[in-house]
């Protein structure tokens, strides 16, 4: 059956922040300046007040040629995670490997996007995301009779231009959100006697999802992301696609940008997203319902599936990769015709 999300309203009143701004009050309620969006990191996400409900992430999505990596390392307050996972889309075949720490003990995030080194190892699995100049550097090192190794540059552009913003449920409930899509990867990642070489040539991508709030217990969301070069008007465009949904229904807000050659436009819109539950490898349709800034259709050729469950915690994530394709309309005016865009679309629930 098609599952068809009704928008909520819009186009929104989003306000750009251009300063520096605490997210949060010192007794840990959202600060109701920090709400609005911006396209360099500006919040400091630092969390305060009661323990149990804060939630901190650094994700990073790498895709090449062949293959994809996922690098994440969580602090959900009761546990911490460290997560790798690294797939061949030619083979097919995928390695895993995910870490639990009880009440995130050692587990180190900073407060706000690139402010400090982050490094884990334990239990067969060394993982670390450390800002040098020009990019993030990634490594991994998954033990095993195949064992995996990974050291990806994620180049930083000159100029080029991110995501950051703030989700209100309320004030004790919300999330700031920093989405930074469409920067050059290189590097080599290594599975075996497999050898994967990421090169900054308009193939390999990293997408960094950096989250720190508050949130409900039951939540749900989409998210999509998706980069490549296209022709464009006068000569090849850098495009990066960077779409979500559900979970910013009804605030006022939303995550949703295109990043064209760097410069980032922000959509105002709650998007419709059309896909079927029951058959996740159909094409995927995200639109902006009251203008056609986003007409994009995503064509999956893998479903990344996880479930989980252990106690309060559970999860439900179908992660599929593929190509995204349509028109979009960046700041200017003028419809750019996007095809190819290799990402990811995604809908997870979640009990945390």
């Given at each position: 059956?098609s599952?068809?999300?009704?928008?909520?309203g819009?186009?929104?009143?989003?306000?750009?922040?251009?300063?520096p701004?605490?997210?949060c009050?010192p007794d840990?309620?959202l600060?109701?300046?920090a709400v609005?969006w911006?396209?360099?990191?500006?919040?400091?996400?630092r969390?305060?007040g009661?323990?149990g409900r804060r939630?901190?992430?650094?994700?990073w999505?790498v895709?090449?040629?062949?293959?994809?990596?996922n690098?994440?390392?969580?602090?959900v307050?009761?546990?911490?995670i460290?997560?790798v996972?690294f797939?061949?889309f030619?083979?097919?075949?995928?390695?895993?490997?995910?870490?639990p720490?009880?009440?995130?003990?050692?587990?180190?995030l900073?407060d706000?996007v690139?402010g400090a080194?982050?490094?884990?190892a334990?239990?067969?699995?060394?993982?670390?995301?450390v800002?040098?100049?020009?990019?993030?550097?990634?490594?991994?090192?998954?033990d095993g009779a195949?064992?995996?190794e990974?050291?990806v540059l994620v180049?930083?552009?000159e100029?080029?231009e991110?995501?950051g913003?703030v989700?209100?449920?309320?004030?004790?409930?919300?999330?700031?959100?920093?989405k930074d899509?469409a920067r050059p990867a290189e590097?080599?990642?290594?599975?075996?006697d497999?050898r994967?070489e990421?090169?900054?040539d308009g193939r390999?991508?990293g997408?960094?999802?950096f989250g720190r709030?508050?949130?409900p217990?039951?939540t749900r969301?989409?998210?999509?992301?998706?980069a490549?070069?296209?022709?464009?008007?006068d000569?090849?465009?850098?495009?990066?696609?960077?779409?979500?949904?559900?979970?910013?229904?009804?605030t006022g807000m939303?995550?949703?940008?295109?990043?064209?050659d760097?410069?980032l436009?922000?959509?105002?819109e709650?998007?419709?997203?059309?896909?079927?539950?029951?058959?996740?490898?159909?094409?995927?349709?995200v639109?902006?319902?009251?203008?056609?800034q986003v007409d994009?259709?995503?064509?999956?050729?893998?479903?990344?599936r996880s479930?989980?469950s252990l106690?309060?915690?559970?999860?439900?994530?179908?992660?599929?990769?593929?190509?995204?394709?349509?028109?979009?309309?960046p700041d200017?005016?003028?419809?750019?015709?996007v095809?190819?865009l290799f990402?990811?679309a995604?809908?997870?629930?979640w009990?945390?």
């Amino acid at each position: 059956m098609s599952d068809t999300r009704r928008p909520h309203g819009g186009p929104h009143d989003e306000r750009e922040l251009t300063e520096p701004v605490a997210l949060c009050l010192p007794d840990g309620r959202l600060n109701p300046d920090a709400v609005g969006w911006s396209r360099t990191p500006l919040h400091d996400c630092r969390l305060p007040g009661r323990w149990g409900r804060r939630k901190r992430w650094d994700f990073w999505g790498v895709t090449g040629p062949g293959c994809a990596l996922n690098i994440v390392c969580a602090d959900v307050d009761y546990l911490g995670i460290a997560d790798v996972w690294f797939h061949d889309f030619d083979t097919g075949a995928s390695v895993a490997r995910s870490v639990p720490v009880p009440l995130a003990r050692g587990v180190a995030l900073p407060d706000v996007v690139g402010g400090a080194p982050i490094r884990f190892a334990a239990r067969g699995l060394e993982l670390s995301m450390v800002e040098e100049e020009g990019g993030t550097r990634l490594r991994v090192a998954v033990d095993g009779a195949e064992p995996v190794e990974a050291d990806v540059l994620v180049r930083r552009p000159e100029g080029h231009e991110s995501l950051g913003v703030v989700i209100p449920w309320g004030e004790r409930r919300y999330q700031y959100t920093n989405k930074d899509v469409a920067r050059p990867a290189e590097g080599v990642v290594t599975w075996g006697d497999r050898r994967y070489e990421l090169a900054a040539d308009g193939r390999s991508w990293g997408c960094l999802d950096f989250g720190r709030g508050r949130w409900p217990y039951r939540t749900r969301w989409n998210w999509g992301a998706g980069a490549g070069v296209v022709e464009g008007p006068d000569g090849p465009v850098t495009v990066g696609v960077q779409v979500g949904g559900k979970w910013t229904d009804g605030t006022g807000m939303t995550e949703n940008a295109l990043c064209v050659d760097g410069r980032l436009t922000k959509v105002s819109e709650d998007l419709v997203w059309t896909y079927d539950t029951t058959d996740w490898l159909r094409p995927w349709r995200v639109r902006t319902p009251r203008s056609d800034q986003v007409d994009l259709t995503f064509t999956p050729i893998h479903d990344k599936r996880s479930r989980l469950s252990l106690g309060v915690l559970s999860q439900s994530v179908d992660q599929c990769f593929g190509t995204w394709s349509g028109t979009i309309v960046p700041d200017g005016g003028e419809p750019l015709a996007v095809d190819g865009l290799f990402g990811w679309a995604e809908e997870a629930t979640w009990r945390w």
